[in-house]
């Protein structure tokens, strides 16, 4: 069955970019392709999901701040975490975007617990994402 909300246009998806082929085959191995790998924003929520190892909901009232972000290389590719309470969902290392947290949340990162601040995801469209989270009146722009 379809979402309702889907047919009156207050759901969009954007998809992850999983990156070059050979690291999509990678993923592929994990069960992560395009079609279940994304951000959704509704009116109540942003969703973000990458494959079966990781699915996290956070209210539009939960987020502080969405912006560009640099992820530089030795931070590495898939479902990542950094030191400062970050999940990345990164197949590709530019048109990064990430989300800022109001409040730590706890997630499951595959099947480990971890205190988030943000998620951080490589999207094909990441000004088509940031519009859409910064027209939601709680949400501030930048880094």
Same mark, same amino acid.
């Given at each position: 069955?379809?979402?309702?909300?889907?047919?009156?246009?207050?759901? /969009?998806?954007?998809?992850?970019?999983? +990156?070059?082929?050979?690291?999509?085959?990678? @993923?592929?191995?994990?069960?992560?392709?395009?079609?279940?790998?994304?951000?959704? $924003? =509704?009116?109540?929520?942003?969703? @973000?999901?990458?494959?079966?190892?990781?699915?996290?909901?956070?209210?539009?009232?939960?987020?502080?701040?969405?912006?560009? /972000?640099? *992820?530089? *290389?030795?931070? +590495? *590719?898939? *479902?990542?975490? =950094?030191?400062?309470?970050? $999940?990345?969902?990164?197949?590709?290392?530019?048109?990064?975007?990430?989300?800022?947290?109001?409040?730590?949340?706890?997630?499951?990162?595959?099947?480990?617990?971890?205190?988030?601040?943000?998620?951080?995801?490589?999207?094909?469209?990441?000004?088509?994402?940031?519009?859409?989270?910064?027209?939601?009146?709680?949400? /501030?722009?930048?880094?």
């Amino acid at each position: 069955m379809t979402d309702p909300r889907a047919a009156t246009g207050d759901v /969009r998806r954007f998809h992850l970019d999983l +990156g070059n082929p050979l690291l999509r085959l990678l @993923f592929l191995l994990f069960f992560t392709r395009r079609s279940n790998s994304y951000v959704e $924003v =509704d009116d109540v929520a942003v969703h @973000f999901r990458m494959g079966p190892l990781f699915r996290q909901s956070v209210p539009l009232d939960g987020v502080e701040g969405v912006g560009v /972000r640099h *992820w530089h *290389w030795l931070l +590495g *590719w898939g *479902w990542r975490y =950094d030191l400062r309470g970050t $999940v990345g969902l990164i197949g590709a290392r530019s048109r990064v975007v990430e989300v800022r947290l109001r409040e730590p949340r706890r997630v499951r990162l595959a099947l480990f617990p971890l205190r988030c601040r943000g998620v951080a995801a490589s999207v094909e469209e990441p000004e088509a994402l940031i519009a859409a989270l910064q027209s939601a009146p709680s949400v /501030r722009s930048g880094t």
